[in-house]
């Protein structure tokens, strides 16, 4: 019997922090979305989003990942990546019901940290 084996470069890490997404300038009608990240790892992050609607396949998006507040710092990562998977929210990854759609992205650039 063959074992399929993982064939990632990174391995995923579960994070609970919430992101911004900003949409290219081509699409106007959609506000930066606020979402909730799902995990992460060194090549790419998903997440789930209230607003499925606004992301298709091979879309570029910035992502804006927020730190909690440590004092009076402030501080979040910054990127930009392209939509590679859309799927429904899994119930067992997110447990919130107005969470409508699991999106993954690549990223194109390694995160940089900045304070805010």
Known sequence: MKIKSDQREFKRKGIDFQADILFPKDEPDHPPDRVMLVDISGGGVKFA???????????????????????????????????????????????????????????DIPLRLERM
């Open 49 to 107: 989003t209230t607003q499925g609607g606004f992301y298709h396949l091979d879309q570029m998006i910035e992502i804006r990942i927020l730190f909690p507040e440590v004092g009076d710092v402030r501080a979040r990562m910054r990127g930009l990546g392209k939509v590679v998977r859309l799927e429904p929210p899994d119930r067992s990854e997110i447990h919130d019901p107005s969470w409508s759609m699991m999106v993954a992205i690549t990223l």
